[in-house]
């Protein structure tokens, strides 16, 4: 919503402002369908050839969550350390043995069925098991999980920076294919001399339209929404982070509730619960 209310605002000060100090609206609307062909076409092409397919996959996602608002809200953070506190409540209850039936199959698992936001998230319930499963086992210790975690975070946010460095990538490009298109322009006038100056001031306004929608694309559109797509990469990186610090806190001894806190602290402070809306969820769910 937000992306669109923005899109708004800048065309509607940008041409508003044209309009208003005596600007042909005409010249721009007559121009605009061959010089976006153009940039449009030029870009695309440069944007298939620049990224692999599943970058391109990637980016075309990330587009369209751009239009959606953010799913890492207080209530879902909330829910998920609800959810790792009974994880690790009935282990230390009853044993790490007593989750391994959970581990290995979480979709017919009880504990993880009674969570169904998070409980239900692919990647969220695989980063989980795969630790747990790890310490289930005993063959590593806390330091060497924190090492692994490390290195599949990382790799997780540089797979999913990939789309952003596409879009910015693509942001830099649009200005120099509106030169293109505006030169293209210069060079059909230059091929019209024998016109009218008004025929010739039409066609020259043209050709600058293409710089102009350029300039405009890339720095309205695309790199506004570059910028976008980084920030929810980071949100997501940041529930792993939360998830990464709980079970740890978990494997040096810490009591359930003192682990929860532990994840709790790593939140950004926008989505992150106070100790006491944490300490009266987890009484609630139990």
């Known amino acids: 919503m937000f992306v669109i209310i923005g899109w708004l605002v800048a065309m509607g000060c940008i041409f508003g402002v044209f309009i208003v100090h005596g600007g042909n609206m005409g010249v721009v609307l007559k121009a605009l369908p061959f010089e976006m062909t153009t940039i449009g076409g030029a870009a695309l092409g440069a944007f298939l050839a620049n990224n692999q397919m599943k970058v391109v996959k990637a980016t075309a996602k990330g587009l369209g969550d751009c239009f959606k608002g953010s799913k890492y809200t207080k209530a879902r953070y909330m829910e998920l350390m609800s959810m790792l506190y009974d994880i690790l409540q009935k282990a ?33 319930v695989e980063f989980i098991t795969d630790y747990l499963r790890m310490m289930v086992s005993g063959n590593l210790n806390a330091h060497e999980i924190e ?91 940041k529930e792993l982070q939360c998830i990464k610090t709980t079970l740890l806190a978990s494997m040096q001894g810490y009591a359930p509730q003192v682990a929860i806190e532990f994840g709790r602290k790593v939140l950004y402070s926008t989505e ?12 609630g769910k139990k």
């Open 272 to 283: 992150r619960p106070s100790f006491s809306e944490l300490e009266s969820h987890v009484k």
């Open 92 to 124: 230390r209850k009853e044993g790490l043995m007593a989750i391994e039936k959970d581990v290995e199959d979480p979709h017919n698992s009880a504990l993880f069925q009674k969570y169904p936001t998070v409980g239900h998230d692919h990647h969220v």
């Open 147 to 237: 090492s692994l975690m490390d290195s599949e975070i990382e790799t997780h946010h540089h797979e999913a920076h990939a789309a952003v460095g596409a879009l910015q990538r693509l942001a830099g490009a649009l200005p120099a294919f509106g030169i293109v298109a505006a030169v293209l322009g210069v060079v059909n006038t230059m091929g019209s001399v024998g016109q009218p100056p008004a025929v010739l001031g039409g066609m020259i306004g043209s050709a600058l339209v293409g710089t102009f929608l350029g300039i405009l694309l890339a720095y309205a559109f695309a790199e506004p929404l570059a910028g976008l797509l980084e920030q929810k990469v980071d949100e997501a990186g």
